[in-house]
């Protein structure tokens, strides 16, 4: 796929597939630092949902109307998940207190986005 044909697929996605790329971007090399008795169980855990919302998010994208509100509710609920590990990592001391407000800052701008999707979709 050249360049220009990846461009122009991001530009026929949603903003928030975007937004929650980068969020991705963003918290993956902070697990990635976790202490090796954290990486792969809390850490574990946390790369998983994020990259589960991501297909989520991505699926309610490319979907039809009648299995979009689905994928966006799959995507609500696992973005909870990652809120919590979020948290659960703070209070662990795995990231710190500027890490988990920009985190969490977000995630509650993402919800918003997903919640506002949702609605949109519902009254369609």
């Known amino acids: 796929m050249t360049t220009a044909e990846l461009q122009k ?15 991705c971007v963003w918290l993956l090399p902070k697990v990635s630092k976790f202490q090796k008795d954290q990486k792969y169980i809390l850490g574990a855990r946390l790369q ?9 998010i991505l699926d ?5 109307k009648s299995n979009k509100r689905q994928h966006l ?3 609500i609920l696992t973005l909870e998940h990652i809120r919590y590990c979020l948290r659960l990592s703070a209070q662990i001391k795995m990231i710190n207190l500027k890490s988990y407000a920009y ?4 995630i509650l ?6 919640g506002a999707w949702k609605k949109s979709v519902h009254a369609e």
């Not at 985190?103 to 977000?106: T, V």
């Not at 701008?109 to 997903?114: A, H």
């Open 9 to 23: 697929d991001i530009f026929q996605m949603p903003p928030i597939v975007e937004h929650y790329f980068e969020f």
């Open 48 to 56: 998983n949902n994020a990259l589960d919302a991501l297909e989520y």
């Open 60 to 64: 309610a994208a490319l979907s039809d």
């Open 73 to 75: 509710e799959t995507a």
């Open 103 to 106: 985190g969490s800052k977000q």
């Open 109 to 114: 701008d993402i919800s918003k986005m997903l």
